[in-house]
Structures are given as C-alpha cells and as structure tokens.
C-alpha cells in the first residue's frame, strides 16, 4: 500500500492573478504558504480481478477506469495506467473551504500513481503536471498558486510568467519572526462551504474588463512589499497590508464576501486584528487574521466565543509519499 500526504495552503496576498488570462498580459505573483493540515490518500492492488474500488466524499465501484465519476481520479488513473486498485481519501478539513484541497488532491494522487508506478519526479514537475490535468484537461477555471504551494510546501513567493512558467522563491524570514507571525495568525471557520469554480468564472469575466485588471495590478503591486516586511521583521505593517489586500480583493466581483462574512471580519478588526483576508476564491470557508501580540487576549476572548477557531502551524516538506 502507498500512502501520499499533501498539505493544504493559506495565501496571503496576489490572489487571483495566478489566472491565465491576467497573467498572459502581466505577470501575477502571490505570497503563501503551505500548512500542517493535510489530504491523505491511500492505494493498493484490489483483491478482485477486473475491480476499482474507490472511496472519498463517495464511493464508486466500476471495471472500466473510463467510467469513473470523480474527474481528477478519472483522469489520473488514466495518464498513469492504473486500474485494478482500492483507493481511499481523507483529509483533516472538507473541501470546498479555500485552503487549496482540490489542487492539494489532485497533486497527491499523481505523487500517489508515481509511486505506484515506481517512478520518481520532483515535486515541481508534480505540480506542473497538476495544473496541466486540472487546468488543460478538465477546463477548471483555476490558477496555478495552489498545485505549486501544496506540491512544493513551504514560504513562498509565486510568479507567474507570461509563458506560464511559475517561478518559485523561498520568502526568507529570521526563524524568530516566522515563529511569531505564525502565533499571530488566526484562522476561523465561516460556517459556509462552498464551490470555487462559479467565483472564479465570474473573476475571469471581469479582469477582462480594465478597471477590475488595474485593481489586479494593485494586489501584485502588493506582493514584492509584503515580501519585504516579511523579510526586514515588520510583521504588524504586514498584517496591515493584509487589510489593504482585503479591500482591493472585495473590488473584483460581489460574490467574494457577504454579510455574514463582512459582520465577522469587522468582529475581528474590531477585537484587535490589524488585518486579515478571506481564504480562497470567495463566498466562504475561513477568514484569517493577523493579531499583534498585545491584543491577543482581548482578539481570543471575543472571537473564540463567537467563531470556530482551527489552529495551524506552517509546513515545509509539500507532498510526500511512502509505501506502508
């Protein structure tokens, strides 16, 4: 049996423009990085002759790999040749939450049929290999940031080139300061889950139009500074920045927040945030928040009695894979 452990993704600023059609006409760059929540997937040769046996959100039993429901397994099993196989997933938190777990999937189940296969690529050729099943293959209306930031793991600063090359460099924070920016991050469940996929359609629909594509270039623009207060230890102007992003980010389409999104947020800021972002494409899943350390008692007392606060800790090894 093989086993692949993938990690999901928080992003912090540049969201958006890991899109094709901002990209083509001027690069994208995003900051982010991977975390201690992952996608497991397990998979060994079924017992019965001519069977798949597949088990995730739902099961499918088919002989035919063709015939498979679940798109990305569909057309994984079928790049790599593999049939006859008992195939199961879990994760530490469901999809459809803004943390990256379709590209983290979708990821591990390549680094999971390599292995199966008993070939061996880097994790940066998996990534490129997931946005290539993801993106050309099944036509999603995704970006690249999130196969790259859960293959590679790590704090990173994505850029994506107008050839569609993504270039990938390590943010290098004092080990102090990365330590202290992660205690100052907050992470709290909206209560909503929701699809990416109708989000981002109406996304790529308005950066087509010019002022949504100037306000794009205004998040880039974002990016080589937040690297840099990460870089120099400025971490509360950074959580500042966080809010700036925010606002910009709520500009592009009215489907990205809501009100019972707006009324948490505000909570936050409130309560001592300094700033925060809603992770993912929009319309739900988790807001995060950046907390200076003198007002965290008062920020934990108000939001962790109103809200579902999840606990994370960055990670740096990406997708990884063993044989139990």
């Known amino acids: 049996m093989y086993l692949s452990k993938t990690p999901l993704r928080i992003s912090f600023l540049g969201g958006g423009s890991d899109i094709e059609s901002f990209y083509s006409s001027e690069p994208g760059m995003v900051i982010s990085t991977s975390i201690d929540k992952y996608i497991y997937l397990t998979m060994h040769s079924l017992f019965e002759k001519g069977e798949n046996f ?38 530490d938190i469901p999809s459809g939450t803004g943390l990256g777990s379709s590209s983290a999937f979708t990821a591990g189940l390549i680094n999971l049929c390599l292995n199966f296969n008993n070939q061996t690529k880097s994790n940066y050729w998996i990534a490129e290999e997931a946005c290539s099943i993801e993106i050309k293959r099944l036509k999603e209306p995704i970006g690249k940031q999130d196969q790259f930031a859960c293959a590679l793991g790590g704090f990173n600063q994505l850029t994506f080139c107008k050839n569609g090359k993504v270039l ?35 996304q790529k629909k308005e950066t087509s139009k010019e002022d949504k594509f100037q306000v794009m270039k205004q998040m880039v623009e974002m990016v080589p500074i937040g690297k840099a207060l990460l870089e120099n230890g400025k971490l509360d102007e950074f959580g500042t920045l966080l809010h700036e992003g925010w606002k910009l980010k709520k500009q592009m389409t009215s489907n990205i927040s809501n009100q019972t999104i707006e009324q948490m947020y505000q909570l936050g800021i409130n309560s001592g945030a300094l700033g925060g972002k809603l992770l993912g494409a929009g319309g739900g899943g988790f807001l995060l928040f950046y907390v200076p350390s003198q007002n965290k008692l008062k920020f934990k007392k108000v939001m962790n009695n109103n809200f579902r606060h999840v606990p994370f800790r960055f990670e740096q090894k990406g997708t990884s894979c063993i044989k139990l």
Do not use: W
């Open 168 to 202: 990938v460099e390590p943010i290098r924070i004092n080990p102090k300061d990365y330590q202290n920016l992660n205690d100052n991050l907050y992470m709290y469940y909206t209560g909503i889950k929701r699809s990416a996929s109708s989000i981002l359609h109406e």
């Open 54 to 91: 597949l088990k995730y959100s739902k099961s499918e039993k088919t002989k035919d790999i063709n015939n498979i429901k679940h798109p990305i397994i569909r057309e994984v099993l079928k790049e790599y040749q593999i049939s006859n196989i008992d195939f199961n997933s879990s994760a």
